[in-house]
T-cell receptor
């Protein structure tokens, strides 16, 4: 059974703190993604990675950075958390296929609150 | 740039009634289309996808969707819903560019009552 895990289900941080969200997949997938989910806005792509040490900006990268040192792990970093980064964060992974598209498998999400 | 529109933010329905959740997209190139479901306090799970071939796609839990290129739509249907279908449903589109970026709609909350 495919599995994407996220380090925390709930997280509370203070404004200005550095925050790390970790995501691990056990499917040997090449691609990994970070989204944030907000009511009425759906999911928006923050960053994605198609290989180790590779990263690409998504639609809303401002205020975030990522790290992918190993194939199975993709970290999202909030350098200085702000209240407008309070949200649900979802990690996903997918394999590279000849068609160029495949199902993305999602983790359970981390609900981050910044006070 | 492509976009996805889910016109209904919430759809209330009685158990055993049919339901249709609407999804329209805009894109000038070929697309791949997905429906995901999110149950309370969980991540997203794939319901079904259209990559090529038959425009009628069957998915899990009795759901199906039809790709209509001329109307740029990919509506999700189920002939008879259950209480357990209460969840949020997201339509998503990926461009035929070799990348796997998904653009999601804003979601439709399906509320099934007895």
């Amino acid at each position: 059974d495919v599995k994407v895990t996220q380090s925390s289900r709930y997280l509370v941080k203070r404004t200005g703190e550095k925050v790390f969200l970790e995501c691990v997949q056990d499917m040997d997938h090449e691609n990994m993604f970070w989204y944030r989910q907000d009511p009425g806005l759906g999911l928006r792509l923050i960053y994605f990675s198609y290989d180790v040490k590779m990263k690409e900006k998504g639609d809303i990268p401002e205020g975030y950075s990522v790290s992918r040192e190993k194939k199975e792990r993709f970290s999202l970093i909030l350098e200085s958390a702000s209240t407008n980064q309070t949200s649900m964060y979802l990690c996903a992974s997918s394999s590279q296929t000849p068609m160029g598209v495949d199902t993305q498998y999602f983790g359970p999400g981390t609900r981050l609150t910044v006070l | 740039a492509q976009s996805v529109t889910q016109l209904d933010s919430q759809v209330p329905v009685f158990e055993e009634a049919p339901v249709e959740l609407r999804c329209n997209y805009s894109s000038s190139v070929s697309v791949y289309l997905f429906w995901y479901v999110q149950y309370p306090n969980q991540g997203l799970q794939l319901l079904l996808k259209y990559l090529s071939g038959s425009t009628l796609v069957k998915g899990i839990n009795g759901f199906e969707a039809e790709f209509n290129k001329s109307q740029t739509s990919f509506h999700l249907r189920k002939p008879s819903v259950h209480i357990s279908d209460t969840a949020e449903y997201f339509c998503a589109v990926s461009l035929d560019t070799g990348f796997q970026k998904l653009v999601f709609g804003t979601g439709t909350r399906l509320l099934v009552s007895p």
